[in-house]
């Protein structure tokens, strides 16, 4: 088995409870089996990513909590992976696979090239697959809380299945315990403590240290003690242990190799029965699409079949009900035509999936790829208003909307010059995203005519905000 090779992107920079590592000395620890049976694993920090999308007001803000391990910890998470991705991969291929399982794995656009596909060519690739036939349901259901619920016995099964072993040797057996029966500190209540996050001279909570001079090491290993574990007096124990017998902590850099690994035996009893009724099936993560050329009863009987089969694969696996759909598409001489057949009643316009909508000829952005758009400049909007707001008080607002630099939000969300989608990753923006959507999709697309306007939007937006922030200005 080949040893793991730290990359730039390993060296986590973020604040945390352990030092730095070089990359020597990450590969040093996670390429050694005693130094990972012996490690002790620190706790993730976690914070939770609360944010309202650009939706109709009335509805609450979506949480999403972050979870993220301490950079040794890390290293060894990234070798392991590497190490049982190998050995996945290789299942997948002996179990005939290779097409089925879609996320978190390298898989290349065409043989010999250095391009992995994203989730647009999972997406035009499922379109694509639609269309030839005369006829077809797409049946699509999402797994609920699928990371928390998957079960840690069966996760141990399979990972010795992968080495081909009965028992984990030590090394394996220390990165599986850390991966279930992890724990968790709340950033803000470690900041806290360490005394990073407080009230400060005005009264008011915040950071008591900007984010940019936050130490990269936390506290020293007696401070973690005395004052995270709440060994010193005064001190609160602010670790959380997982004591169930399910769940794995999502954003590890193992976790989703688990994930992927734990449905293996339910990926080919559903690539089974759909090749038997002439079809397809793809999981993308949690996400589960089958095409088949059946009638919309049948289909309905099919995905009720799916609800209750992926129970027996782990006790607290669940189908959300409110996310299962059917859509019945059918050659016509126009084109394919589209009907939503399930939920009865519900108007949709389109099959969604990975972030697209596809009506039978031509693809979409989906709602919610749009609604992330948007919540993101509205963000950025917001940020700039407040700042021009407080950077000139008493100023109106003509005065301010001289200052207003809408250009810097323009260019972090607008059009690159010159891209041709091998620049950085850094340098991309939503729209190099429906650039390289439209280059996939071709004439299919629609994203265009789906973001024009955008810079006349922003420059509204970002006036709308300062309004607001002058009013709260005036009646702090």
Known sequence: MSSWKASAKDQKQYPHFDAPLSKSEMERIANDPDAVAKNRFYPFLKYDNAYRPFRPSGKGPKVREIRYGARRDAAIFSRYRHLLSELYEKELSTLGLTDNVLAYRRILVMPGSSVG????????????????????CAITLDISKYFESVDHKEIYKIWCRLLGKSTLPDDHYSVFKAITKYAIVDSKEAYSALGYFGTKASGISGYLVSKKDMPKQLCSPEDFRNKICGKAPGFADLVKKNKLEYGIPQGAPLSDLLANAYLI????????????????????????????????????????????????????????????????????????????????????NGLNYLGFRFDGKKVYLRDSTLSNFWRKIARATNAEARNLVYRFPGK?????????????????????????????????????????????????????????????????????????????????
């Open 117 to 136: 596909k994203s989730n647009i060519h999972h997406a035009k690739s499922a379109f694509d697959t639609i269309k030839n036939f005369s006829c077809c």
């Open 265 to 348: 035996d339910f990926d080919v009893e559903m690539a089974t029965n759909a090749k038997k009724l002439g079809g397809y099936y793809m999981r993308y993560s949690d996400d589960i699409l089958f095409i088949l050329p059946i009638n919309s009863i049948q289909a309905r009987d099919f995905m009720m079949h799916v609800q209750r089969r992926i129970e027996a694969y782990g006790s607290h696996l669940r189908i959300k009900e409110e996310k299962c759909t059917i859509d019945r598409f059918t050659r016509t001489p126009d084109g394919m035509e589209h009907k939503a057949t399930y939920p009865a009643g519900k108007s949709r």
């Open 396 to 476: 109106d607002k003509a005065y301010l909307e001289k200052h207003l630099n809408t250009e810097v939000i323009i260019e972090k969300f607008g059009r690159v010059r010159n891209f041709d989608g091998v620049v950085e990753k850094k340098s991309w923006t939503f729209w190099t995203y429906v650039k390289r959507a439209s280059t996939v999709f071709g004439r299919e697309a629609q994203f265009y005519s789906q973001i024009r306007g955008y810079k006349k939007a922003i420059r509204k937006l970002a006036e709308q905000a300062l309004s607001k922030y002058l009013i709260k200005a005036k009646n702090p």
